[in-house]
């Protein structure tokens, strides 16, 4: 069965840091690209971040550059988000996704809000 598991969210204050991790379980992590997207209600999921399976190329929204940076251990099958100088338009649902060819997998997502 595939499984993406987040975690790491929460409440932090504007200009605190949050890491959020996805474990992966079902399928063959390495050979995955991984992607971070965020939602808020009534808008479209939007991608945040993107790792390429190899982990030696991350792409970044125009919105986080500088601000968040995203990795992977393909020895433990997770990816993670680290996201620093946080604001309360970065307040969203967090969802993890691994995608390779027409196969793409979806977690469950963990809530980021970002608020004083």
């Known amino acids: 069965e595939v499984q993406l598991v987040e975690s790491g969210g929460g409440l932090v204050q504007p200009g605190g840091s949050l890491r959020l991790s996805c474990a992966a379980s079902?399928?063959?992590?390495?050979?995955?690209?991984m992607g971070w997207y965020r939602q808020v209600p009534g808008k479209e999921r939007e991608l945040v971040a993107h790792?390429?399976?190899?982990?030696?190329?991350?792409n970044y929204a125009d919105s986080v550059k500088g601000r968040f940076t995203m990795s992977r251990d393909n020895a433990k099958n997770t990816v993670y988000l680290q996201m620093n100088s946080l604001k309360p338009a970065d307040t969203a649902v967090y969802y993890c996704?691994?995608?390779?060819?027409?196969?793409?997998?979806w977690g469950q997502g963990t809530q980021v809000t970002v608020s004083s």
């Open positions: 996704n691994a995608f390779r060819g027409i196969f793409s997998f």
């Open positions: 790792i390429f399976s190899g982990g030696g190329s991350t």
């Open positions: 079902g399928f063959t992590f390495s050979s995955y690209h």
